[in-house]
């Protein structure tokens, strides 16, 4: 049997009403099945998505597998695991959710192959409608990009400039063998997990290629767990969490050495400003003792933070970043949280 082209893992947690879409999208997809190899992570769902999975298996032997976990372990983790199972030349990451455009994995595949890219990166558009409501319409009216990253400076100079990159994983196909290659892994046992695995990617692949095409449709599921997980006080400081282990991965394999104002971008933003932009902006703020263990933690890191130029050049960070090294204790601390309830409403979006 010859290998297969793409792996496309997909983990799934009580998703029976949805899980039928996104596989018919797969069905469809004019790479073929027998191209495919489809990892469907059951993750001790109660509903009847186990059911689904495995008469989708048994349809399609030779192109989909099944794994039954026997305990809720969250999506970073089933996604680790399914990592083991992947035999094909790339890998791409679907929730179950979504779906893709019937001829996008064709166009990924083969642009990757064409230039022997580590990532493809392609661009996904938000919707409340079901796929034969959906507008088919691909393009953003931008070209496509290749780049070439052969030193830090250029690195830098790629994400300072026009950069589409996002911190999820379900708009790219990754090379297999640079995946396992830097042993890139999600974090585990807590939501927004996928900065674990995407930034330490960013920071080392050479080849990347920009396919500036709406191929994948992100449905906007009021009752996905990921939703409610958003707005749940237990999954506050998750983002946090993720951002620690991503700092630890950066500095252990180099990267934070190698590409030290980057990674200082990164992990500033992400770690200290969305956080709390995050927590605030869904009614979930942080307390006095876990906002200044964070400020300790910046400036126990990056004590010169503000001498990054990337950082201070941009005006949308200007007023988080004062907040940063303030003293704060009970007698300021309302006044603090103030602060950032004005600076969440310039992030209607998030961050």
């Known amino acids: 049997m010859s290998q297969k082209k793409i792996s496309v893992i997909i ?35 109660k509903d009847a998505t186990l059911g689904k999975l495995l008469l ?24 680790n ?43 996904s558009k938000k919707t409340y409608v079901e796929p ?21 400076q ?18 790219k196909l990754f090379r297999r063998d640079f995946v396992e290659e830097h042993d890139l892994k999600f974090a585990e046992g807590v939501f927004d997990e996928e900065s674990l695995f995407t930034t330490p990617a960013y920071m080392h692949f050479k080849r ?7 191929l994948h449709r992100y449905y906007q599921n009021p009752i996905s767990s990921t939703y409610n997980l958003m707005r749940d006080m237990k999954r506050r400081d998750d983002n946090a969490k993720t951002w620690l282990a991503t700092y630890k991965v950066m500095k252990a394999d180099g990267s934070l050495d190698e590409n030290h104002e980057l990674a200082e971008w990164f992990f500033i933003i992400n ?17 006095l003792a876990a906002v200044q263990e964070m400020q300790r933690n910046v400036l126990d890191f990056f004590p010169d933070f503000k001498q990054n ?23 300021n601390f309302a006044e603090y949280n103030a602060a950032w309830e004005e600076i969440v409403k310039t992030y209607p979006n998030g961050i």
């Open 154 to 171: 250029e690195r830098l100079d790629f994400f300072m400039g026009d950069c589409p990159l996002l911190r999820g994983c379900w708009d």
């Open 309 to 331: 130029k990337s950082l201070s050049a941009r005006e949308l960070y200007k007023e988080p970043l004062k907040l940063i090294d303030i003293p704060i204790d009970e007698s």
């Open 271 to 287: 770690y200290f400003i969305r956080s709390l932009v995050f927590a605030t902006g869904r009614g979930i703020p942080y307390d």
């Open 56 to 79: 989708w298996e048994m349809k399609y032997p030779e192109s989909i597998v099944v794994i039954p976990l026997e305990e809720n372990i969250m999506q970073g983790a089933a996604r």
């Open 208 to 214: 990347i290629y920009l396919l500036n095409e709406y």
């Open 81 to 123: 695991i399914a990592r083991e199972y992947c035999t094909a030349e790339y890998i791409a990451y679907l929730d179950a959710d979504d779906w893709i455009l019937p001829n996008a994995f064709e166009k990924i595949y083969r642009v990757a192959r064409q230039n022997n890219a580590d990532i493809v990166n392609y661009l």
């Open 132 to 152: 034969e409501e959906d507008d088919p319409s691909t393009k953003s009216g931008k070209p496509d990009r290749f780049v070439e990253i052969h030193n830090a």
């Open 11 to 45: 983990p799934c947690y009580n998703v029976s009403m949805f899980v039928d879409r996104c596989m018919e999208s797969l069905e469809k997809q004019t790479i073929g099945m027998d191209s495919l190899e489809i990892i469907l992570i059951n993750d001790c769902s």
